[in-house]
């Protein structure tokens, strides 16, 4: 069964920076997909923040974290990471990877991926 688990979440202060990864397991080729990370508020919906696309060329983010935030992946290690510098408050969420195995392209909404991870603590003090 696939699996991907978060790690890296905490406490920081704004200004700081955290780095989340994630860990793909599981029968299915994970190098082979788009890989996204997702955040949700307490009350509020989730929302997107970034995706890569199998190979590593293609990157989009959203807006409220461009330029701050940064994604990469390792296919040898099947992981993604999230670099998250200059945090604000308004960064505090549960982050949640995500796995697009339904062909190869990206997307940006929660529908668009169809594996999801069990999300990871962020939280920005002021």
């Known amino acids: 069964q696939v699996q991907l688990v978060e790690s890296g979440g905490g406490l920081v202060q704004a200004g700081g920076s955290l780095r989340l990864s994630c860990a793909a397991s599981g029968p299915t080729f994970t190098a082979a997909y788009a890989m996204g990370w997702f955040r949700q508020a307490a009350g509020k919906e989730r929302e997107f923040v970034a995706a890569i696309d199998w190979s590593g060329v293609y990157i989009v983010y959203a807006e409220s974290v461009k330029g701050r935030f940064t994604i990469s992946r390792d296919n040898a290690k099947n992981t993604v990471t999230l670099q998250m510098n200059s945090l604000k408050p308004e960064d505090t969420a549960v982050y949640y990877c995500?796995?697009?195995?339904?062909?190869?392209?990206?997307?940006?909404?929660?529908?668009?991926?169809?594996?999801w991870g069990q999300g990871t603590q962020v939280t920005v003090s002021s």
């Open positions: 995500a796995r697009r195995t339904v062909d190869r392209t990206l997307g940006r909404a929660v529908f668009d991926y169809n594996q």
